[in-house]
């Protein structure tokens, strides 16, 4: 038996009252979800370990099995693992977005998604007048980038950018936790406000507010951490031979990683509603001939649900269904050997909250031969019934992988 996790990237939601109070899972239209929870079993699962904030990171590593409280060390290192930046002792690594400030107002965590190649130049002028033995930046992909301090003390409280939309910037700004990494803090709250100074009149922002664009005039560093300790997810579950992530987004490859999957490149997946879905449904397809086991991971909804976007992150469900899972599905459903498929979310991104949320979310199973529920659709209501129950911690990969 073969595995693949389909994974919509924040695709849960809460019920919108401007659809008849349906939550976007039931309103959309998504005949394969429903089709495979119908004909499987289905569930809810938390992915946020009590005491952890609600981001991807730390919802995608559950979802993969790992024990939270002993290998979670933040988004930067998963992040640096990525793009190949091999971290050494004592190094703490950030995600460091370039995000839109407005006058005192923290306008979006991604700058009105700058491309890649604009923010490289962002980067590498901020290395030239930023950069020490300590302190590198790196660039990553869209808005989400790195940054490496030597020596620096994690112990620190970081608000991730998405959370504070709107919201004025400097109250949110890094706390210490406890005195001893209170250097650390003032270092990083300098770079904040150095950044903003030298990205203000940066060519690349002036040619984008001539379009109408939003400027890329701060960096917001968030998440540190070491390099972490994970086991590879062969070692946890034998019947993992080889596998594979697909993925537009460096955080999820990072798991990747350390997790010991091949990172497999699609041309055109962006993370946004306009990703190549029928190329990462290929490339999955073409994995799944090679190895036992693939992750899939499909960022879009996650952005819409940020944007508040209603009409767009239904767009990105039904793109979901129709462009990744029917052709999965259609292509793997009649193969000598049998191919075991999950659908979930990491977690959810209410439109009305435009953050991540902790609450449970819903997944279905199916195989040939499973022993289906009385669940016939697929979303955070009719789950909630279903043959599994609620699931957390490691409990939902154990019961995928032992099929």
Same mark, same amino acid.
């Given at each position: #038996?073969?595995?693949?996790?389909?994974?919509?990237?924040?695709?849960?939601? !809460?019920?919108?009252?401007?659809?008849?109070?349906?939550?976007?899972?039931?309103?959309?239209?998504?005949?394969?979800?429903?089709?495979?929870?119908?004909?499987?079993?289905?569930?809810?699962?938390?992915?946020?370990? *009590?005491?952890?904030?609600? %981001?991807?990171?730390?919802?995608?590593?559950?979802?993969?099995?790992?024990?939270?409280?002993? /290998?979670?060390? %933040?988004?930067?290192?998963?992040?640096?693992?990525?793009?190949?930046?091999?971290?050494?002792?004592? *190094?703490?690594? #950030?995600?460091?977005?370039?995000?839109?400030?407005?006058?005192?107002?923290?306008?979006?965590?991604?700058? %009105?998604? $700058?491309?890649?190649?604009?923010?490289?130049?962002?980067?590498?002028?901020?290395?030239?007048?930023?950069?020490?033995?300590?302190?590198?930046?790196?660039?990553?992909?869209?808005?989400?980038?790195?940054?490496? $301090?030597?020596?620096?003390?994690?112990? /620190?409280?970081?608000?991730?950018?998405?959370?504070?939309?709107?919201?004025?910037?400097?109250?949110?700004?890094?706390?210490?936790?406890?005195?001893?990494?209170?250097?650390?803090?003032?270092?990083?709250?300098?770079?904040?406000?150095?950044?903003?100074?030298?990205?203000?009149?940066?060519?690349?922002?002036?040619?984008?507010?001539?379009?109408?664009? *939003?400027?890329?005039?701060?960096? !917001?560093? !968030?998440?540190?951490?070491?390099?972490?300790?994970?086991?590879?997810?062969?070692?946890?579950?034998?019947?993992?031979?080889?596998?594979?992530?697909?993925?537009?987004?460096?955080?999820?490859?990072? $798991?990747?990683?350390?997790?010991?999957?091949?990172?497999?490149?699609?041309?055109?997946?962006?993370?946004?509603?306009?990703?190549?879905?029928?190329?990462?449904?290929?490339?999955?397809?073409?994995?799944?001939?090679?190895?036992?086991?693939?992750?899939?991971? /499909?960022?879009?909804?996650?952005?819409?649900?940020?944007?508040?976007?209603?009409?767009?992150?239904?767009?990105?469900?039904?793109?979901? *269904?129709?462009?990744?899972?029917?052709? $999965?599905?259609?292509?793997?459903?009649? !193969?000598?050997?049998?191919?075991?498929?999950? /659908?979930?979310?990491?977690?959810?991104?209410?439109?009305?909250?435009?953050?991540?949320?902790?609450?449970?979310?819903?997944?279905?199973?199916?195989?040939?031969?499973?022993?289906?529920?009385?669940?016939?659709?697929?979303?955070?209501?009719?789950?909630?019934? %279903?043959?599994?129950?609620?699931?957390?911690?490691?409990?939902? #990969?154990?019961?995928?992988?032992?099929?």
């Amino acid at each position: #038996m073969k595995h693949i996790i389909i994974l919509g990237d924040g695709m849960a939601d !809460w019920a919108v009252p401007a659809l008849g109070n349906k939550t976007l899972l039931q309103y959309a239209e998504t005949p394969y979800m429903n089709l495979l929870a119908r004909m499987g079993r289905t569930g809810m699962l938390k992915t946020v370990a *009590d005491g952890f904030h609600p %981001g991807s990171e730390v919802a995608n590593m559950s979802v993969m099995g790992y024990d939270l409280y002993k /290998v979670y060390e %933040g988004r930067g290192v998963l992040e640096a693992a990525s793009i190949g930046v091999e971290l050494e002792p004592g *190094d703490m690594a #950030m995600r460091c977005n370039i995000i839109c400030v407005e006058g005192e107002t923290l306008k979006n965590h991604s700058a %009105g998604h $700058i491309t890649t190649e604009e923010a490289n130049e962002l980067i590498q002028f901020l290395n030239q007048h930023l950069a020490t033995e300590r302190i590198r930046f790196y660039t990553g992909v869209q808005y989400r980038h790195l940054l490496v $301090i030597k020596g620096g003390d994690k112990r /620190v409280s970081c608000v991730p950018p998405h959370d504070i939309p709107m919201q004025p910037f400097r109250q949110n700004m890094v706390k210490a936790d406890c005195p001893e990494a209170q250097s650390t803090a003032e270092l990083l709250n300098t770079l904040i406000l150095k950044s903003q100074e030298l990205l203000a009149t940066h060519p690349v922002n002036l040619k984008r507010v001539s379009e109408g664009k *939003d400027p890329a005039n701060s960096i !917001w560093p !968030w998440s540190p951490g070491y390099r972490p300790k994970m086991e590879l997810l062969s070692q946890k579950y034998p019947a993992i031979r080889s596998g594979a992530v697909i993925t537009a987004v460096d955080l999820i490859r990072g $798991i990747g990683h350390y997790a010991g999957l091949q990172c497999i490149d699609v041309e055109g997946a962006t993370g946004l509603y306009t990703t190549n879905y029928e190329g990462k449904a290929q490339a999955a397809i073409e994995a799944l001939k090679e190895n036992d086991f693939v992750y899939l991971h /499909v960022e879009a909804s996650d952005e819409a649900g940020h944007e508040g976007n209603i009409d767009l992150k239904l767009k990105t469900i039904e793109y979901l *269904d129709k462009r990744a899972i029917k052709p $999965i599905y259609e292509a793997i459903k009649n !193969w000598d050997e049998p191919v075991a498929i999950a /659908v979930l979310p990491d977690h959810p991104t209410p439109c009305e909250h435009r953050t991540h949320t902790a609450e449970p979310v819903p997944f279905l199973i199916y195989y040939p031969g499973i022993e289906p529920d009385e669940v016939q659709c697929y979303d955070e209501v009719a789950c909630r019934q %279903g043959g599994y129950g609620t699931l957390e911690k490691d409990q939902f #990969m154990n019961e995928f992988m032992k099929i």
